[in-house]
């Protein structure tokens, strides 16, 4: 079995180091992403287009949806300059 090398860096989020093998910086990176996106482009992403493409809505559920908003909304409050 190998093992990956442990590499740290700073999660905004959980307002530590963490490691970037881990499901806490996963998190980070994918609220980092949603929070670059527009407004449009991110309700897109959660709520699915017309023409039938999925949004994260219904892969994931409402309940996700609503803690990966309430997350960017955190992450730019905690990264307002």
């Given amino acids: 079995m190998t093992t990956r090398p442990v590499s740290m860096k700073f999660s905004v989020l959980a307002g530590r180091e963490v490691d970037t093998n881990s499901e806490e910086w996963k998190h980070e990176c994918e609220v980092r992403f949603l ?11 959660f709520d699915g ?4 493409l ?3 809505k219904s ?5 996700a949806v609503a803690r990966l908003r ?8 905690l990264t307002k300059a």
């Fill in 49 to 52: 287009e017309k023409d039938g």
């Fill in 35 to 45: 929070a670059g996106l527009s407004l449009t482009e991110r309700n897109r992403v």
């Fill in 54 to 56: 999925r949004g994260m």
């Fill in 70 to 77: 309430a997350e960017v909304d955190r992450d730019a409050d």
């Fill in 59 to 63: 892969i994931r559920g409402e309940g």
